[in-house]
């Protein structure tokens, strides 16, 4: 799934937002609990517990930071049952803002496979809720 959203906010402060997994409790709806593994700076090899809803069924994942560029992250979420890809790509616009594309894919291991193509329609509805509250969420952050 793809979606490319528009963020009132310089590209530096999009990407320090963002690079804070931690963060998806404000932005993604899905995202029940998130919280950081280990300490430090975030740089690549962060790791986060997340806690989601889906579907009506709470789910845990394993995150951690893969990419960490000044225009790109990507993180790969894992458990069990999925491997789970968030990249965002961030590109800045002259009237000062920044333009998100953000890509999300799935991997179903198991018997899970089974049930993917039945989710789709769901996970595109998850994605636009996503591209709706994001927007707000970093405007929040920049205040």
């Known amino acids: 799934m793809e979606r490319n959203i528009l963020l009132a906010a310089p590209l ?8 804070d997994f931690g963060r998806t409790v404000e932005w993604d ?11 430090g700076a975030v740089r690549p090899g962060a790791t986060w517990h997340n806690t989601s809803r889906f579907r009506g069924r709470t789910t845990e994942l394993s995150y951690r930071l893969e990419v960490r560029e ?7 979420g894992t458990n069990s049952t999925v491997v789970a890809k968030d990249e965002m790509l961030f590109e800045a616009l002259a009237a000062g803002g920044t333009s998100l594309t953000y890509r999300a894919s799935f ?5 899970a496979r089974l049930a993917a ?4 329609t769901e996970l595109e ?6 591209a709706q509250r994001l927007p707000s969420a970093v405007a929040e952050y920049e205040r």
């Open 29 to 39: 709806p899905g995202t029940v609990h998130c919280v950081r593994v280990d300490e």
């Open 125 to 130: 509805r998850l994605a636009d809720a996503v």
């Open 107 to 111: 991997r179903f291991k198991g018997l």
């Open 117 to 120: 193509p039945f989710l789709r």
């Open 70 to 76: 000044p225009a790109r992250l990507v993180f790969v």
């Open 12 to 19: 530096d402060g999009a990407v320090a937002y963002l690079e």
